[in-house]
């Protein structure tokens, strides 16, 4: 292979001078039109894409903090759906016990006992600024109940996107007597504004 451009070098050095500056203007052209076609858009694109990336960076870096909240609350709305302020006490009770007893007679529970507890204070944070610093309580709900692993599913599903339950803290689950049937023991949680002391 050295030998053949060793060749190919001689035989070019035996052109005339014209002949030898054609050949180089022929190879400076075929490396242009490579560059032009492959190469140069190849190139272009990556600067494009840094300069996005870039102007990416200094938004983040020149935002202000409001705008950067709001698109996180945007962000946790989007997942965990509507979100409803706490009402009073007596109202959030009667809606959680409402609430469960529909969801378990529409997907076919039996043996059903349902057991919502008086509310307890919880601890001040954000949501006290949600609600104009009214102090928020939590309300339990005791649940226990027999269904099939199928109505079961469905029952958890309906429970956890309730806007009358919070949160499902608690579930267990074991076999019962009837073929294909599971006794079922939960504990569900509502928040509630805990009434004005009269004076």
Do not use: C, H
């Not at 022929?26 to 490579?34: A, D, E, K």
């Not at 965990?80 to 007596?90: L, T």
């Not at 692993?149 to 956890?160: G, P, S, W």
Request: glycine residues 4%.
């Amino acid at each position: 292979m050295i030998r053949q451009i060793n060749t190919l070098w001689d035989r070019l050095d035996e052109q005339p001078r014209v002949m030898q500056w054609a050949f180089w203007a022929l190879v400076g052209m075929v490396l242009f039109v490579i560059w032009s076609y492959f190469l140069s858009p190849i190139a272009t694109d990556w600067a494009a894409s840094a300069d996005r990336i870039t102007a990416d960076v200094e938004k983040i870096k020149n935002a202000d903090d409001p705008t950067l909240e709001q698109f996180e609350i945007r962000q946790v709305a989007t997942a965990i759906g509507p979100v409803a302020v706490p009402g009073p006490e007596e109202q959030g009770k009667s809606d959680l016990n409402d609430e469960i007893i529909r969801i378990l007679q529409d997907n076919n529970a039996s043996n059903q006992s349902v057991v919502v507890r008086d509310g307890q204070r919880m601890r001040r944070g954000t949501l006290q600024g949600v609600v104009q610093s009214k102090r928020i309580m939590r309300i339990d709900a005791d649940v226990r109940f027999e269904a099939s692993d199928a109505d079961l599913t469905t029952i958890l599903t309906q429970l956890e996107s309730s806007p009358a339950v919070e949160t499902i803290s608690l579930v267990r689950i074991v076999k019962a007597g009837g073929p294909y049937m599971l006794d079922v023991s939960m504990k569900l949680e509502a928040w509630v504004i805990e009434p004005r002391k009269s004076s």
